[in-house]
């Protein structure tokens, strides 16, 4: 947050709000609601907690226009989670660019094709054939394969990797120490040894997609494997070869999606879920973390368990089982019962 000061007047044009209060109170930083200072802005994205603002001791606070009078000044935008990432914006990052131009240690082919404003950072490698639109970042030690191709204004950070005939689409970012387009698991069994099968196929990856740090795309067998427009991938996540990735899907962290998978579009994938290989996960479909996806998802499904199945019923079923031991303790007094009188009843037959 270094050089960040501002006025609470100021802040709340930049945001495309409005002002109500002391517009003039100087905000160095910000803070959640519950630790930020005289000198700090905070927020509030659910309306239930504006009353908590009575306390707070933020300089000024970012709300809903609908919201409440809090006793302090408040910024009233109209989408308080965009407001929120526009001020971030505002603030900086802990993100070190390279500016514009190649680094003296950075390693270009002499026919790689360079757009205007392109960034190669420290020890980075283009390697022949490779072609960065304008605006393109490739950062530190990252390295851009044979006849890769990459989008306007989009970011590959340090250590990543994009092998050969790769796709990258506009504005994108890339995380560090991501992977794509190496080759995908695959191996057949001969003369009792696992042989690798070759993979000649690509990696398509569309338009403002997002890519986690040391996640990885596999390149396909033959054809591409391909992620659509606005998909937004987590940390540590593994999509194998060929599955294809539909527009504006969520991918939490450490997600593993087996070959020729297929998710359509928006699917919501909590971390740690696993999808078969060969299935169909329908539109809108949304996973609760640590699911298990071993079959096809009819679209707008709500999936939770192992494996897999209706949310509501999977939560049902945890509820019961809890009360397993109840069940079986009864079960055994009915058991009791019934053989108790089936002993009566013999013996009043043979009385």
């Not at 660019?97 to 026919?111: C, F, K, M, R, T």
């Not at 494997?225 to 999509?239: E, F, P, S």
């Not at 060969?278 to 096809?296: K, R």
Request: aromatic share 2%; proline share 3%.
């Amino acid at each position: 947050m270094a050089g960040f000061r501002v006025t609470a007047r100021e802040l709340a044009r930049r945001l495309g709000g409005r002002v109500e209060g002391d517009g003039e109170v100087v905000l160095t930083g910000a803070a959640a609601l519950d630790a930020a200072g005289p000198e700090q802005v905070t927020f509030v994205l659910d309306a239930r907690r504006t009353s908590a603002l009575a306390t707070s001791k933020a300089g000024a606070a970012i709300v809903a226009e609908d919201a409440p009078a809090a006793g302090m000044t408040l910024i009233r935008v109209k989408n308080v989670q965009a407001a929120v990432a526009g001020m971030l914006g505002i603030i900086g990052d802990n993100e070190s660019l390279p500016p514009p131009g190649v680094h003296p240690s950075a390693v270009v082919a002499e026919d790689a094709r360079l757009g205007e404003g392109v960034a190669v950072g420290a020890g980075a490698v283009v390697e022949p054939g490779a072609e960065l639109a304008a605006g393109v970042v490739v950062c530190a030690k990252a390295v851009v394969g044979r006849d890769v191709t990459i989008g306007e204004h989009t970011v590959i950070f340090e250590h990543t990797v994009l092998q050969g005939r790769c796709r990258i689409g506009r504005r994108c970012r890339v995380g560090p120490g991501a992977v794509i387009g190496s080759s995908g698991y695959g191996y057949f069994v001969e003369d009792g040894r696992h042989r690798r099968v070759p993979h000649t196929g690509s990696v398509e990856i569309g338009d403002d997609v997002d890519i986690g740090a040391c996640s990885c795309v596999d390149r396909a067998k033959f054809g591409a494997t391909r992620i659509g427009d606005g998909t937004k991938i987590d940390n540590l996540v593994q999509v194998a070869h060929n599955v294809q990735i539909g527009r504006g899907c969520l991918l939490a962290g450490q997600v593993g999606i087996a070959g020729s998978a297929v998710l359509k579009d928006f699917v919501v994938l909590g971390g740690h879920t696993g999808v078969r290989d060969n299935i169909t996960v329908g539109a809108g479909v949304q996973a609760a973390a640590f699911a298990a996806i071993a079959q096809d998802v009819p679209d707008g499904a709500t999936i939770a368990g192992i494996p897999a199945g209706d949310a509501r019923q999977q939560l049902r079923a945890i509820q019961m089982t809890a009360k397993l031991p109840e069940l079986r303790q009864q079960l055994r007094q009915l058991v009791k019962r019934l053989e108790a009188l089936e002993s009566a009843a013999d013996h009043k037959g043979t009385g």
